[in-house]
């Protein structure tokens, strides 16, 4: 994998980080999960109280922070397309204390645009991702028109159905 031609992935979430001594970009299998947002709350609702504390939750999880949280490694969250309005806002300040988030963190992540200066990633390091560099991948649009899962039927399935079969009955 050094030498860049091969590479180990496995079907679960990702990150990309450095060797520690070689700056060699790697692949590192995460825990499998669903991301940040579980369920509805609806398992609440037969008490009030916990039914407005779940709701809570939810608007404090779609305020921003958490967005531009997880943007920074690589993930994308559901109202995406309002969290720029929220780091122009509120990014600056951060609430949570560290580095703040900028709009140009944004365009390298959401829009595809070249980094304009070193820029955070996922250790919350200022330079994980260097001036200059770009998204592989792209944008989100050109991101999330390549999507696919491990449980959705993929482009040849019928080939490999009918392959499958074959290899049984022989």
Same mark, same amino acid.
């Given at each position: 994998?050094?030498?860049?031609?091969?590479?180990? *992935?496995?079907t679960g979430r990702q990150r990309q980080v450095r060797g520690p001594a070689d700056g060699v970009p790697r692949?590192?299998?995460?825990?499998?999960?669903?991301?940040?947002?579980? #369920?509805?709350?609806?398992?609440?609702? /037969?008490?009030?109280?916990? !039914?407005?504390?779940? +709701?809570? +939750? !939810?608007? %404090?999880?779609?305020? $921003? %922070?958490?967005?531009?949280?997880?943007?920074?490694?690589?993930?994308?969250?559901?109202?995406? $397309?309002?969290?720029? /309005? %929220?780091?122009?806002?509120?990014?600056?300040?951060?609430?949570? &204390?560290?580095?703040?988030?900028?709009?140009?963190? +944004?365009?390298? %992540?959401?829009?595809?645009?070249?980094?304009?200066?070193? !820029?955070?990633?996922?250790?919350? #390091?200022? &330079?994980?991702?260097?001036?200059? /560099?770009? *998204?592989?991948?792209?944008?989100?649009?050109?991101?999330?028109?390549?999507?696919?899962?491990?449980?959705?039927?993929?482009?040849?399935?019928?080939?490999?159905? #009918?392959?499958?079969?074959?290899?049984? /009955?022989?």
């Amino acid at each position: 994998m050094v030498s860049g031609r091969g590479a180990a *992935r496995g079907t679960g979430r990702q990150r990309q980080v450095r060797g520690p001594a070689d700056g060699v970009p790697r692949l590192v299998q995460l825990q499998r999960d669903r991301g940040p947002c579980r #369920k509805r709350p609806g398992h609440v609702a /037969s008490d009030p109280a916990k !039914l407005q504390a779940a +709701y809570d +939750y !939810l608007n %404090w999880m779609y305020d $921003g %922070w958490l967005g531009a949280t997880i943007m920074r490694q690589g993930y994308y969250i559901g109202n995406g $397309g309002t969290l720029l /309005s %929220w780091i122009n806002a509120n990014g600056a300040a951060n609430p949570a &204390g560290g580095i703040p988030f900028q709009a140009d963190e +944004y365009d390298f %992540w959401y829009n595809g645009k070249p980094a304009t200066r070193d !820029l955070p990633g996922i250790t919350g #390091k200022v &330079g994980d991702i260097k001036k200059g /560099s770009v *998204r592989d991948g792209g944008s989100f649009s050109q991101r999330i028109g390549h999507y696919s899962s491990w449980n959705s039927y993929f482009t040849n399935s019928t080939f490999q159905i #009918k392959r499958w079969n074959d290899f049984l /009955s022989a």
